[in-house]
């Protein structure tokens, strides 16, 4: 069955980096568009970027670009989202996902960025 | 950017009922590419409805989607006990793919 996990969430403090990771299974990964969607507390969902099945188109929300960076290794089946320069706003539950249609859904890395 | 506007912002309704919820785009949606999304706590969404009407994999028929442009809705004919959550809609035919702010469908 589908499967995808991410790892890398924890306490960071604002200004510092922190790189989240998702491993895929289950499916052909390196067929498919990913992105990562994040959830602030008590808060609705924000779409926050995307990436081409082979790496080579992404977008990103304004709330992010030219801070976080959205990759992915298809020999390893992973995505990843390098945040930099973290503020509070980003503090959220952030989730790994495969195509709209798909409805492939990690369980989400909690992020929080506080002082 | 588009812009989704979801109404009402909160549905109170009893089990059996009908329910309909809206989502407006600020600008037409490409190819229909309107997604709906159920969420209960703790849990990560659930997909529902793509392509504006399509059914997800495994979803009721109680649950159905509509329309086209810039006014979508999400209708569930006859609301079961697990319905009561939170629902939202979100484009994804053109960057960045942005969600509605979503609508909270408790019990009367």
């Known amino acids: 069955q589908v499967q995808l996990v991410e790892s890398g969430g924890g306490v960071v403090q604002p200004g510092r980096s922190l790189r989240l990771s998702c491993v895929a299974s289950?499916?052909?990964?390196?067929?498919?568009?990913m992105h990562w969607v994040r959830q602030g507390p008590g808060k609705g969902l924000e779409w926050v970027a995307v990436?081409?099945?082979?790496?080579?188109?992404?977008y990103y929300a304004d709330s992010v670009k030219g801070r976080f960076t959205i990759s992915r290794d298809n020999s390893k089946n992973t995505l990843y989202l390098q945040m930099n320069s973290l503020r509070a706003e980003d503090t959220a539950m952030y989730y790994c996902?495969?195509?709209?249609?798909?409805?492939?859904w990690g369980q989400g890395t909690l992020v929080t960025v506080s002082s | 950017e588009i812009v989704l506007t979801q109404s009402p912002g909160t549905l109170s309704l009893s089990p059996g009922e009908r329910a309909a919820l809206s989502c407006r785009a600020s600008q037409s949606i490409s190819s229909n590419y309107l997604a709906w999304y159920q969420q209960k706590p703790g849990q990560a969404p659930r997909l529902l409805i793509y392509g504006a009407s399509s059914r997800a994999t495994g979803i009721p028929d109680r649950f159905s989607g509509s329309g086209s442009g810039t006014d979508f809705t999400l209708t569930i004919s006859r609301l079961e006990p697990e319905d009561f959550a939170v629902y939202y809609c979100q484009q994804y035919g053109n960057s960045p793919y942005t969600f509605g702010q979503g609508t909270k469908l408790e019990i009367k």
């Open positions: 990436i081409s099945n082979d790496g080579n188109t992404k």
């Open positions: 289950g499916f052909t990964f390196r067929s498919y568009g």
């Open positions: 996902t495969g195509p709209v249609s798909s409805d492939y």
